[in-house]
């Protein structure tokens, strides 16, 4: 019972939810990486050739680069402790 204007106003309020609720979800799938590390290995070549001169390309290169070395050594210890056992 609802006048036309105020239906379409309704269905317009259901549409932005929907796509809002949409693009939640979407950036949420793309937050959650499954190798986060890869991803912004993935990122960061471009960059490194693009902004090569600055050195906020380099500070993030050393980021994901000791990031990276410090998950393989956590995964070395782990594997060392599982031997002990």
């Known amino acids: ?17 929907k796509r809002k609720a ?18 912004a290995l993935k990122f960061l070549q471009p960059l490194r050739t693009l902004a090569a001169d600055r050195i906020d390309t380099h500070l993030m290169a050393f980021e994901i680069y000791i990031r990276k070395v410090l998950s393989y050594e956590s995964g070395v210890n782990i594997t060392r402790k599982v031997k002990k056992c």
Do not use: G, T
Not at 1 to 17: F, H, I, T, Y
Not at 22 to 39: G, T, W
């Open 1 to 17: 019972n609802l006048a036309p204007s105020e239906l379409k106003k309704l269905r317009n309020k259901q549409r932005k939810a």
């Open 22 to 39: 949409e693009q939640e979800s979407a950036l949420q799938a793309q937050v959650q990486a499954e190798d986060p590390l890869e991803q």
